[in-house]
C-alpha cells in the first residue's frame, strides 16, 4: 500500500507540476489569438473608414455641383463647424458601418478645400473603430444667368395654385412671401422639394387641403431661399434688315403643290394652305416674314440638314390641321416674334421649334401639339386641353401661366404666376438647362475637383 500511495502522490505532483507549466503558455496564446482577432477587426474597421471616404467624396462633390446651379449661391455659407455632406451605408452593411463628414474651406478666389473624415466601424463584440481623413482642392464657379438658373421644374416668383388632381414632378422654388400665396388643393402633390421666399413661413404662405400636411403634399424638403431669384427678361436679336426682297407667298393648290423656298429673303407675307417646302441646305436660313399663316390643311417643312431661323414682324397663325416642321427636330427650327397679337396655336395644329416672342401671349389650345420651347416677354401663357410641349422650357418671367385638363409640360416653367388644374402636370427634364443657356443666357455652375491627399489615423 505504501508503495502504491507513494507512486499516486509522484504522479499527481508532476501532473500539477505540468498544469502550472502550461499555464503560462495558454495564457500566452490565448493573448496572441486575442491581438490577431482584434487586428483582423482592425483592418475590417479600416477597410470600412476607406469606403467611407470614397462615399463621402462622392456625396461632397455631387452636394457642390448641386448647390452651384442655385441662384445667388455663395459657398462661403456652407464654411464653418458643420459638415455640408454626412454619409453612411444604405442598406446597412452586414460587417459594420461607416460615416462620413465633409467640410469645406477657403482658399482664394474660386479656390477651396474639401476635408472629408470618415470613421469605419467593425461588427464585433468590441465594436473597434478606424478613422481616415483626406483633403482635396475644388475649383468652383457659381452658375448665373439674370442670377437664376434652372434647376427646378417650376419657377413662379409670385405663387402658384394647384387644383383638382394636378401634379409636379420636380422641384418648386417661388420668391413668395405673402401668406396665402401658394394654394394646394384636392389630390395635387409636388413630388419634389419647396422652396418659398427668403425669410418667409412656409406654413404661412401655403394653403393645403383641409387635413393634409407638408409630408402629404410636398414629397421632399420644404425650405426657403437665401435671396429672391431674378430672371433676365426677354432679349430679342436685331431684325436682319440685308435680305432680299421677294413677293409674297401663297402656298395653295393652284398652281398645284408642293411649293418650295431655297434661298434667304424677306417676304411680306407667307401663307401656307398646301404644301410648302423650306430647304435650309447644310447651315442657316434666314427668312423674315410680315405674316405668316398656317391654316387650313397647310404644311411647313424642313428639307436639308441646316436650321431655320424664321423672323416675323406683325403676326403668326399655325391653326386648324396645319403643321409647322411636323416631322422635323425642333431644334432646327426658331421663330423670332416681333409682333404683339397672340401666338396660337388650335384646332389640330402642330408646331415643333421655338418660339422667342418680345411680348406676344402664347396660347395652345385644344388638340395642338408643341414640341420644343417657348420664351416670351408676354403676360399670359395657356396650355389648355390635351395641349402639350415635350421637353420643352416656359420662360414667361411676366406672364401668368396657365395649364389646364390634360395639359402638360415635361422639362420646366419660369413665369410670375403659375396655375395648374385639372389633370394637368408639369415634370422635370434636366436637359432644360441647356436650352436655357442657348435661348436666354447663363451658367450652370462648376466644381472641378484636384487630386486629394490622404491620410489614416
Not at 499527481?12 to 491581438?35: E, F, H, R, S, W
Not at 469605419?120 to 457659381?142: D, E, K, M, W, Y
Not at 389640330?348 to 416677354?377: C, D, L, P, Y
Request: glycine share 12%.
Amino acid at each position: 500500500m505504501n508503495k502504491k500511495g507513494s507512486v499516486l502522490t509522484t504522479v499527481l505532483l508532476l501532473a500539477g507540476l505540468l498544469i502550472l507549466l502550461a499555464l503560462p503558455v495558454l495564457q500566452v496564446a490565448n493573448a496572441g489569438y486575442k491581438t490577431s482577432v482584434d487586428e483582423q477587426v482592425r483592418t475590417q474597421a479600416f477597410y470600412l473608414a476607406e469606403a467611407g471616404i470614397e462615399h463621402g467624396r462622392a456625396a461632397a462633390l455631387a452636394t457642390l455641383r448641386e448647390l452651384a446651379t442655385r441662384s445667388a449661391w455663395d459657398p462661403k455659407s456652407i464654411i464653418g463647424s458643420t459638415p455640408f455632406a454626412v454619409v453612411s451605408p444604405n442598406p446597412p452593411l452586414g460587417t459594420g458601418t461607416y460615416e462620413a463628414k465633409a467640410w469645406l474651406s477657403h482658399l482664394y478666389d474660386n479656390e477651396y478645400e474639401v476635408l472629408i473624415k470618415s470613421i469605419g466601424i467593425a461588427q464585433s463584440v468590441n465594436r473597434l473603430a478606424q478613422s481616415v481623413s483626406t483633403h482635396f482642392p475644388v475649383t468652383i464657379t457659381p452658375g448665373h444667368g439674370g442670377d437664376a438658373v434652372v434647376d427646378m421644374v417650376l419657377f413662379s416668383s409670385n405663387g402658384f395654385v394647384l387644383q383638382g388632381s394636378s401634379e409636379i414632378k420636380g422641384s418648386v422654388v417661388s420668391n413668395t412671401t405673402a401668406p396665402h400665396s401658394i394654394k394646394v388643393t384636392g389630390g395635387s402633390i409636388i413630388n419634389g422639394d419647396l422652396t418659398v421666399g427668403a425669410g418667409a413661413d412656409p406654413a404661412s404662405v401655403v394653403d393645403l387641403p383641409r387635413g393634409a400636411t407638408f409630408g402629404s403634399v410636398v414629397k421632399g424638403q420644404v425650405g426657403t431661399l437665401l435671396a429672391p431669384r431674378e430672371y433676365p427678361q426677354v432679349k430679342m436679336p436685331a431684325v436682319p434688315g440685308d435680305l432680299p426682297a421677294r413677293a409674297a407667298l401663297c402656298a395653295g393648290w393652284n398652281p398645284k403643290p408642293p411649293y418650295r423656298i431655297d434661298a434667304d429673303g424677306y417676304y411680306p407675307e407667307i401663307m401656307v394652305k398646301s404644301t410648302l417646302y423650306i430647304d435650309v441646305g447644310a447651315g442657316e436660313r434666314r427668312i423674315r416674314v410680315g405674316k405668316l399663316d398656317i391654316s387650313g390643311a397647310g404644311k411647313l417643312y424642313l428639307v436639308g440638314t441646316g436650321k431655320l431661323l424664321l423672323y416675323v414682324d406683325n403676326d403668326i397663325n399655325v391653326a386648324n390641321s396645319g403643321s409647322f416642321n411636323a416631322n422635323g427636330s425642333p431644334e432646327r427650327a426658331v421663330v423670332y416674334y416681333y409682333g404683339g397679337n397672340d401666338f396660337s396655336l388650335t384646332g389640330n395644329g402642330i408646331f415643333r421649334g421655338s418660339i422667342i416672342a418680345e411680348t406676344a401671349n402664347v396660347n395652345i389650345k385644344g388638340s395642338g401639339k408643341m414640341s420644343g420651347h417657348i420664351v416670351t416677354g408676354g403676360t399670359a401663357v395657356n396650355i389648355t386641353g390635351d395641349g402639350a410641349t415635350d421637353m420643352s422650357l416656359v420662360y414667361a418671367p411676366n406672364a401668368i401661366v396657365q395649364i389646364t385638363g390634360s395639359a402638360n409640360v415635361a422639362g420646366a416653367v419660369i413665369s410670375d404666376h403659375c396655375s395648374i388644374t385639372g389633370n394637368g402636370f408639369i415634370k422635370y427634364d434636366g436637359a432644360v438647362t441647356d436650352v436655357y443657356e442657348q435661348l436666354v443666357g447663363g451658367s450652370k455652375g462648376t466644381v472641378i475637383p484636384g487630386p486629394g491627399i490622404w491620410s489614416p489615423r
